[in-house]
């Protein structure tokens, strides 16, 4: 079980360390999965939707027996979506019959699952949720820091939001943006579907990409790349959480650091596996042929 990764830094290492990572979330889960990962080295913002289409159906053409609903099951994951799930399955059907199950985080119409898009924003959410109440606290009244604004980032500023948290700085791609007394998330969800970025969003202030892991705030949540926190920055880290919602996003030197100075984290494999876990949910329907609701 892992996701479809397409980004210009995909290597052959990147992989196996991911899969690796797979491998001990789906056990942390308790999801009866071992671990996978797959990916292409390209910019798909730089793609076209037919060109994106075509390089989908080609990379499906050359692992159709690589996968399979008990072999090995892909999920979307960076620069990947239900589209290009959508289009795996398809692929993959033309080879082996429809097969629902092969691929999930696809779109509801294909067997999608209720809630696979929010589920690793949630389980974000949840995971905080317990890592706070264990320390006596609780998400109303913290100021968060999202480094990384995509489904996942997005999805969990969203949702802490709601329950009372303050979102005080954000960053995406595009750059970064801060506003002390709290950014109105909804509002920037809105500029980021009209622009395809943070930047330039009247409610912040616009910041240096490079500080964000560092400004002042409660709890951070790296929810981009892997390694984004190194021996570089750590000791200028000023959250006393951190909520790995990216795979991989501090480095065995940071962490040492980090731990040196009372600093609490909550490794990835837990933190962001909230996707795998509806993932399964969503296998386990297509699989016996059934459609629950979302609750």
Not at 66 to 92: F, K, R, S
Request: glycine share 12%.
């Amino acid at each position: 079980k892992g996701g479809i990764r397409y980004h210009p830094e995909v290597d052959p290492d990147e992989v196996n360390a991911l899969a690796q990572l797979m491998t001990w979330k789906t056990a942390v889960a308790n999801i009866p999965y071992g671990g996978a990962k797959g990916g292409t080295g390209c910019s798909p913002s730089d793609l076209s939707i037919s060109e994106l289409e075509r390089l989908t159906r080609v990379f499906t053409q050359k692992i159709h027996d690589l996968i399979g609903i008990h072999t090995d099951v892909p999920a979307p994951d960076m620069g990947t979506n239900p589209q290009t799930m959508a289009w795996i399955l398809d692929e993959y059907s033309k080879f082996h019959g429809y097969s629902p199950a092969v691929v999930t985080g696809k779109p509801i119409d294909l067997g999608g699952s209720l809630g696979r898009g929010a589920a690793t924003g949630r389980g974000v959410l949840f995971a905080a949720e317990a890592l706070l109440r264990d320390h006596g606290k609780s998400i109303a009244g913290q100021r968060f820091v999202v480094q990384g604004f995509g489904n996942v980032g997005s999805w969990a500023a969203q949702l802490i939001t709601e329950q009372g948290g303050k979102i005080v700085a954000v960053s995406d791609i595009t750059g970064a943006i801060k506003n002390k007394n709290g950014i109105d998330i909804a509002s920037l969800l809105k500029h980021v579907k009209e622009n395809r970025g943070v930047k330039g969003f009247h409610g912040a202030d616009s910041i240096d990409p490079n500080s964000i892991l560092v400004e002042d705030c409660d709890v951070l949540i790296p929810a981009a790349l892997g390694g984004v926190i190194n021996r570089d920055n750590a000791r200028d880290i000023k959250a006393k959480f951190i909520v790995e919602a990216a795979n991989h996003p501090t480095d065995p030197e940071a962490d040492e650091i980090l731990a040196k100075k009372g600093v609490v984290i909550l490794p990835d494999i837990y933190a962001n596996s909230g996707g795998v876990t509806v993932s399964y949910f969503e296998w386990v329907q297509n699989i016996q042929g059934f459609m629950w609701d979302e609750e």
